[in-house]
């Protein structure tokens, strides 16, 4: 296309009149939009132009309501299972702590269906537990990273396609 500077009146009309008629390929319909914009000149067919590509843009941007919706409810699923792997996290490194590591003083204390049970088999139900908590907190780290690489693709995505 010819500089901004160098077309005429009727250039821009001839543009326009191609672009109503849909002879215009993409990229030459956003140079015409730009050089619309860009520009002073009016007539008739120009603002007429002008106006069909305004209804073009206001299609465009009710589309990206939707997608903006979709982005916030995206976030609100990232943070929301972020908020779930720390608690998991701190839970669990409170429970491993206080589990992990018996000492020669500790004494296990267990129930089943109400009854105390004996010394080694609350042990043994303790130490189930902390092996449950650390799978659990195995499971909501690769959550956490699962989602993470969704939202590095999803973010990669939209800086591709601006």
Not at 61 to 67: C, V
Not at 70 to 91: D, M, N, P, Q
Request: aromatic residues 10%; positive net charge; glycine residues 4%.
């Amino acid at each position: 296309m010819k500089q901004i500077n160098e077309l005429s009146i009727k250039d821009i009309e001839t543009l326009c009149q191609l672009y109503n008629e849909c002879k215009l390929s993409v990229l030459e319909e956003s140079e015409l939009e730009y050089l619309l914009l860009s520009t002073s000149f009016s007539s008739e067919l120009i603002n007429e132009t002008r106006k069909l590509m305004g209804i073009s843009r206001q299609i465009k941007f009710e589309k990206k309501s939707q997608y903006i919706r979709r982005t916030v409810y995206r976030r609100f699923t990232c943070w929301t299972l972020g908020v779930a792997a720390s608690l998991g996290i701190i839970v669990g490194i409170f429970l491993l702590k206080n589990y992990s590591t018996p000492r020669d003083d500790s004494y296990y204390i267990g129930y089943v269906e109400g009854k105390p049970v004996n010394e080694e088999t609350a042990r043994n139900m303790a130490k189930a537990e902390i092996v449950k908590v650390a799978s659990f907190i195995q499971y909501v780290e690769k959550q956490k990273s699962i989602e993470q690489d969704k939202v590095r693709i999803f973010t990669n995505h939209i800086n591709q396609q601006k």
